[in-house]
């Protein structure tokens, strides 16, 4: 059965504080993985897609990669405005998203 | 371009009732997908829709069903409903069922 797992659940970083967020998988076929930004109230927001081991792919204080097991979200020097619930996601030949429980990230000014 | 749009926003009913929720997807998008949040299990996809047909479908009982109409708007419907169906249910456009676009939801309580 398809997995994923992030970590940490919860994460609280200073201003400026540089940190990563992980998400490991179990599935077979990999046809992608994707990074989502949840605020609260509203729907997931999408990031980024990876799409074989050793990708990257940046977007401001953002930057994910991807390894044949898991995908790291690098923040630096976030920001306040970085605070939200990060999900990951994998999709396979069903073509449906598989989704990890998320990490919320706070970053305190 | 106008995003996902959902409706109603909020709703509330009582066990045994059933409901029907509303979503517009992106202009020229032709997946639809629906899926369950909760803040227990996270993120579980119900199904999905394409050119009007159900292409997958979750693990979820049959008291949840949808359809999508040709204009591509798709609607969800949970029938003789339970507490544990309080949750916030999100509907995704896409033009190729992966980079999805969500909208704001609707929130379900079941009283």
């Known amino acids: 059965e398809d997995q994923v797992t992030q970590s940490p659940e919860a994460l609280r970083l200073q201003e400026g504080e540089s940190s990563s967020l992980n998400c490991s998988y179990t599935v077979s076929g990999l046809r992608g993985l994707f990074w989502y930004r949840q605020d609260p109230g509203k729907g997931p927001e999408f990031l980024f897609t990876l799409y074989s081991a050793g990708e990257e792919k940046e977007k401001e204080r953002l930057k994910a990669t991807l390894t044949k097991k898991e995908s790291f979200l690098h923040i630096t020097a976030p920001k306040p405005e970085d605070s939200a619930t990060y999900l990951c996601a994998v999709v396979r030949g069903a073509q449906k998203l598989v989704f990890g429980q998320g990490t919320r990230l706070t970053i305190n000014p | 371009k106008a995003g996902v749009t959902q409706t109603p926003r909020y709703l509330i009913k009582t066990r045994g009732q059933q409901v029907t929720l509303s979503c517009s997807p992106i202009s020229g998008h032709r997946s639809v997908s629906w899926y369950q949040q909760t803040p227990g299990q996270g993120l579980q996809f119900l199904f999905e829709?394409?050119?009007?047909?159900?292409?997958n479908k979750g693990n979820f009982p049959g008291r949840f069903s949808g359809r999508q109409f040709s204009n591509s708007r798709s609607e969800m419907n949970v029938s003789t409903l339970e507490l544990g169906d309080s949750a916030l249910y999100l509907c995704?456009?896409?033009?190729?069922?992966?980079?999805?676009?969500f909208g704001s939801g609707t929130q379900l309580s079941v009283l």
């Open positions: 995704a456009s896409s033009w190729d069922s992966e980079k999805l676009f």
């Open positions: 829709y394409f050119s009007e047909t159900q292409r």
